[in-house]
């Protein structure tokens, strides 16, 4: 009779931490998805800036239409929607090289620098860069949270009874280009200070209209294959490795 008691205590046990490990489970990936959309956010805030800047830089390099061309068509790919936060990433990575070009173009136009409209959107590109680079390792944090649980033991069995799958990193490529950063300095052109840009190490971002993975809502972006190799997530570094993913 102990016995048969013993072993339903047992039962109730196995139960209650099932139950909690599960919980935790679905909390996580609510909140990878959340963070997911606010990257996304950032990501729209990004893209609707470049049309206003590129304009503002046509009224002064009207010889550089390549590299407005440029801009424009890899913002176009980078709102078209990815299926997944790399390959959002890769596009946002493309957008960031066009846009580094387009700054050192507007080097070269000591008029445009000065313009109040151009240094005025440079700063508001640049703080929704940072924005992105903090909404990215916040996103990547919960990523790593949630994956670890999924693949360790007992919460890997819960997880596989769930249905709950690893996440996907937001991570930057190594082909991303530097972004500027805006500075403003002592020298005033029509008492304007002129915008000076420096580079930056942060991160460019992915997405689209939409970058929610799979393209439905609560879709949870999957990771690959277990085992590959994976750069720190939660740094903003990019050593040899924004679609993406703020």
Known sequence: MIFVW????????LAVVGVVMYNGLIGLRNKVEEGWRQIDVE???????????VETVKGYATHE?????EVIAARSAAMSGAPTPAA?????GQLSQA???????????????ANQNFAALQQELTSTEDRIASSRRYYNALV????TKVESVPSNIVANMA???RAEYFEAPATEAVVPNVSFGDNAVGGAAAPAVAPSTQPGAVGGPSTQPGGAPGALPQAQAPGAAQPDPTSDSTTG??????
């Open 6 to 13: 013993i072993l339903l205590g047992l039962v109730v046990i």
């Open 43 to 53: 990501l729209k805030r990004r893209h609707d800036l470049i049309p206003n800047l």
């Open 65 to 69: 239409r390549g590299t407005l061309e």
């Open 88 to 92: 959002a990433a890769q596009a946002e």
């Open 99 to 113: 846009l580094g070009r387009l700054m050192a173009v507007a080097e070269a136009y000591p008029d445009l620098k």
């Open 144 to 147: 790593r949270e949630l994956n």
């Open 163 to 165: 249905g709950v799958k």
């Open 241 to 246: 490795s924004a679609n993406p993913g703020a």
